[in-house]
């Protein structure tokens, strides 16, 4: 809106007009995304992707897990918003317990659901 000197109104009718022609999409946690043609979108939260980073990287239990920096440059979002979904990894026991100057490390392997 800074850029280009307009207001939030005039952003969000831009984005709805956007989204009516099918090349933006609200997204949570991140306002918009746009939409590529024949681009494949990962509509799962957040959370459930940095989890499968675990399996995908094949870390095993006690290993150092990506710092939040690194994640949020990976998925395009905020610091704010991947500390809010690694809280969510150590809720469910998948993640120990980072905190300031600690590195957080894979207590489990999470169990992948298959989608139909």
Known sequence: MRDHSVSRGVALRAFGVLSREGVAQPSPGQRWRVVRSGAQVD????????????????????????SAPALAERFGVSRPTVTKALDRLETAGVLTGGGQGRVRTVRAVPARKERS
């Open 43 to 66: 509509q799962r939260p957040l959370d459930q992707r940095i989890a499968d980073i675990i399996t995908t990287e094949g870390l095993e239990v006690g290993q150092a897990f990506p």
